[in-house]
């Protein structure tokens, strides 16, 4: 069977679509920073309107992050089995769907369900955004994609932390107008997604072969056998464990860092709008150093970001004035580049390649997210205890910097 020819003569790594593809990607990623994004600048509203301890807002927090540990590998054999259009297609469906339903939650159990539904829809994004990259785009262009979109979650965040308690809350009267007013956002995107979208021409012509042969030549699939043997390459294990320290240092001070300012005299409002603005600084350091660590200087680059992402934890937890403002933003410019550049690696380790990504990525965001859990419930777990968030921080610190005894045992190609 001889393919059309919008399909056999488009090549991912020139063709023009690409860009169209990673805006589409990137708009995704943004509701899905949006939605991770609208509850901590309001823990002190939600905690009094629901009666909640700070250790249950700890596990909402942390709910989707949870939910995400065990689905992540199942949602990266569905990106890989029904292609990136479908699979990232019903993932932003669920994420609406988590935001509607936070506004509608009565206590703890139906706040922390309709956060957990979140953990269904977002591993979705996060594992197939990385599969886009690697299906239209070659070379060093990977890292200059990958950092593009990684900004789609920093920005959707820092509109949302700068909103939610200055603009959304006095527009609707209530910490519940986040699901009305960024619900409406999700839904457009959503809606452009399913209008404009489309698989790789190499998964399209795929799929024609297989449709056009009365009897299909045998396709591996991509789930058979493909968690074992990754699980047996070095460079594979040493990025599940960075990946959980990583995530368990930005999503625990991704979620606690407004109160942590409130805690130091701030009013909600000024803390919410300095952690957006922290956020949107983040942006810097996703759009340059993604891009900058190229093949051979990754875990260099690594290197350089956790060294300076410890220091800037311990200025949070001690520093006032300038000093603390200048590690809240530095922190952002650091942290914020640590999982792109991580997946890069991935992306090129022998024995992952585009096929296996979205596989490879759900075992790796699965591991991500024990330490995206961890991060939000232990802050809140010590903060009860200690009546500060103060230790919470440094511990982060110290996460940062053990991290760094991994590095030389990770493999790059050159």
């Not at 063709?15 to 609208?38: K, N, P």
């Not at 591993?123 to 979109?149: C, D, E, H, M």
């Not at 949070?316 to 792109?340: D, E, F, T, Y």
Request: glycine share 14%; net charge positive.
């Amino acid at each position: 069977m001889s393919f059309p020819a919008a399909i056999a003569g488009v090549v991912p790594g020139q063709s023009r679509e690409r860009w169209l593809m990673l805006g589409l990607v990137w708009s995704l990623y943004a509701c899905f920073g949006i939605t991770t994004g609208t509850m901590p600048p309001l823990v002190e509203p939600i905690i009094n309107d629901l009666g909640l301890s700070y250790s249950q807002m700890g596990l909402v927090l942390g709910a989707w992050q949870l939910v995400y540990i065990g689905t992540a590998y199942p949602m990266g054999v569905l990106v890989d089995r029904i292609g990136v259009r479908r699979s990232l297609g019903i993932g932003i469906l669920l994420v609406l769907l988590s935001l509607v339903l936070r506004g509608m939650a009565t206590g703890f159990v139906t706040l922390f369900l309709a956060v957990a539904l979140f953990g269904v829809g977002g591993p979705i994004i996060s594992i197939g955004a990385p599969k886009v990259v690697a299906q239209w785009f070659r070379g060093n262009q990977r890292g200059l994609a990958t950092g593009i979109y990684a900004t789609g979650p920093v920005g959707g965040a820092a509109l949302a932390l700068a909103t939610a308690g200055s603009v959304v809350v006095p527009l609707t009267g209530t910490w519940r107008g986040i699901s009305l007013v960024y619900g409406g956002v999700v839904l457009l995107v959503a809606i452009a997604w399913w209008l404009f979208s489309r698989d790789a021409p190499v998964e399209a012509a795929e799929r024609l072969r297989q449709e056009g042969n009365a009897e299909p030549a045998p396709v591996e699939d991509p789930s058979s056998g493909s968690r074992g043997s990754l699980l047996r390459i070095r460079n594979v294990q040493l990025l599940l464990v960075m990946a959980a320290g990583a995530f368990l240092l930005n999503h625990g001070l991704n979620n606690w860092t407004p109160t942590l300012l409130k805690e130091g005299g701030m009013s909600l409002a000024r803390a919410g709008t300095l952690t957006a603005a922290a956020t949107a600084t983040g942006a810097m350091g996703l759009l340059f150093i993604p891009s900058q660590a190229k093949r051979g200087r990754r875990v260099l680059a690594l290197a350089a970001l956790l060294v300076v992402a410890s220091a800037t934890s311990v200025g949070l937890a001690l520093a006032q004035g300038p000093a603390l403002l200048a590690s809240l933003l530095l922190s952002a410019i650091v942290r914020s580049p640590l999982m792109p550049i991580l997946t890069l690696v991935l992306m090129e380790t022998p024995g992952v390649g585009a096929a296996r990504m979205g596989v490879a990525g759900g075992l790796f965001f699965s591991a991500a997210e024990i330490g995206g859990f961890s991060g939000p419930f232990l802050l809140g777990f010590l903060r009860d205890a200690t009546g500060s968030l103060t230790a919470g921080v440094i511990a982060l610190a110290a996460v940062a910097a053990a991290l760094l005894l991994a590095l030389p045992f990770l493999k790059e190609q050159r």
